[in-house]
């Protein structure tokens, strides 16, 4: 069993700068920051470490940190600039019962995060739902397509914090 | 039985002209369980791809949370896994309690626990029943039902819905337990256990049932972890893995209870029917947390640790429960304000879901009904 200042120890050795850093501020839950690109490498070393064999991926979830210049619409809906949109892995070991929680950071307007699908087939259904309700895109993700939405949803992402709902559904009037 | 693609093809006359078909399955075919689609793609009757096509009951759950206060959520809970309701409020509750760092009273976390044992034998009595009912067999169905519903009763006089609770609240629980309830869920259990070697009678050592379903969907277990598969369908590939054990939460510590994991008795481990008995096997273990719970029911006022209002410190948690259907994880981030900043929900259906094409390659069109019913997804889950 190693503690999250383990393994960020270990990680900060083998990655160096794609380790940004660790979290520590938060009651409940700490974690590490690492950068959006080299993630897939990342987690492929902490699946095959003999240290630390996290074989397991809980769970994958985006979210919209609406960190960027808020501003407001004619009508009244907010708008959001700039800022980051976020992926957490929460990562288990079976083997050595151990937990890892890593999160990544991507800019907003070009959303771009590599895909861990090929470490863990676990991640293939929750990135593609990553990317249907908050539009990040997965790098070398095999099949990324909207999963929950309809396909043919332009709309944008319902998830984003500043989404608003269509009039209008492929011409046709959406009822309130 | 599972033939592979190639030994089909050498069998192929020369010269003869064969086609890909692509067969569509759903969204309306009864042994779906709800709306899905399956998009078949087949070499003859055998399935070389199958895709599934989901979000046909997709109700925005997330993007509901997050316009709502803490409270609020807990009746959306229950209508994503509309089978396992009780189990879906749990899970909220401990996670917002983590994120608040509050204790609950002893008796409040007894009720849960049996509160949740029940559900999860009501939950495998529906799966068990459809399961029998998609592969051809109508009685164990009407058996199951017939004591499910002596649940639901049990669940109404406690807090007047069958199905749809809201029970279990943020740091307690909405009404104390009536008087009768410790007799009758005593009479319950003296009630059930025939029952169930009555099921295994009929349905579990049935010839044909065991040739539908032995050695049928052979999930293997290094699939299934990386996968992230848990709960029954895991536990059915051989590998000991609960989160009441290996994770516990609430007071699941203090009772004597065993994992059963498949053994592969009449095929391969991890076929459907291993998936199919450990089930049967789960719901006497659930008998033995119910019985040890409700005799020893420590007094105690099960609203008094109900919050006022809401209001958790900035931060995020992700926390886990043993659902009937597996590992049911709840990802919440809170902003400090009444409404949390994003809740995201892993539901095992929706998981569990994503392996059925890797089962079903190879098989025949008639087992995909038996493979998926062994799986036990509820699609008010999968779509949320």
Known sequence: MKTTEEIFTILKNNFGDAILELVTSQPVEHFIKVNPIEINKVCLFLRENEELLFDSLMNLSGVDDANGQKSADEDGTQIISGGTLSVFYHLESTKLRHKLTLKVSTNREKPEVASVESTWRHADWHEREAYDLLGIIFLNHPDLRRILMPYDWDAGYPLRKDYKNPEFYQGMKVPY | ?384
């Open chain 2, 1 to 384: 039985m599972s033939i592979t693609i190639e030994k089909n093809k050498s069998e192929r006359k020369p010269g003869l002209r064969t086609e890909e078909m692509v067969l569509n399955m759903g969204p309306q075919h009864p042994s779906t369980h709800g709306v899905l689609r399956l998009e078949l793609e087949l070499e003859g009757e055998i399935i070389t791809n199958a895709i599934p096509h989901i979000g046909y009951l997709h109700r925005c759950f997330e993007k509901h949370a997050e316009a709502m206060n803490y409270s609020q959520v807990i009746p959306y809970t229950d209508r994503m896994d509309y089978l396992a309701s009780m189990y879906n409020e749990f899970g909220y509750a401990i996670a917002v309690e983590k994120l608040l760092g509050i204790q609950v009273p002893e008796r409040v976390e007894y009720i849960r626990v049996i509160m949740g044992e029940l559900q999860r034998i009501a939950s495998h009595l529906v799966a068990l029943g459809t399961y029998a009912v998609d592969i051809g067999a109508f009685t164990p169905f009407l058996f199951c039902f017939r004591d499910r519903e002596k649940i639901l009763s049990l669940f109404e006089q406690t807090c007047g819905a069958r199905l749809l609770y809201n029970y279990i609240w943020v740091g307690g629980l909405s009404h104390d337990l009536h008087p009768d309830f410790v007799n009758q869920t005593n009479e319950f259990i003296k009630y059930f256990r025939p029952k169930i070697k009555e099921l295994n009678d009929l349905l579990t050592k049935n010839k044909i049932f065991i040739d539908r379903t032995a050695n049928v969907g052979v999930l293997p277990l290094d699939v299934a972890i990386n996968y992230g598969i848990s709960g029954p369908n895991l536990r059915g590939s051989g590998f000991k893995w609960d989160i009441r054990k290996d994770d516990p939460y609430s007071v699941y510590n203090k009772f004597d209870f065993d994992i059963p994991v498949g053994e592969g008795l009449m095929g391969k481990v991890g076929d459907c029917w291993d998936r199919y008995y450990v089930r049967i096997l789960e719901m006497e273990e659930s008998l033995k947390i119910i019985e040890q719970a409700v005799n020893n029911l420590p007094e105690g006022d099960v609203t008094s640790a109900i919050p006022k209002r809401i209001k958790p410190p900035v931060g995020q948690v992700y926390s886990r429960v043993e659902n009937p259907r597996g590992e049911l994880g709840y990802f919440i981030i809170s902003d400090g304000s009444i409404n949390p900043f994003r809740v995201k929900v892993k539901g095992p259906s929706f998981v569990h879901l994503g392996v059925l094409n890797e089962i079903l390659k190879g098989h025949m069109i008639a087992d995909v009904i038996a493979i998926l019913g062994s799986i036990d997804i509820v699609l008010g889950e999968v779509d949320r």
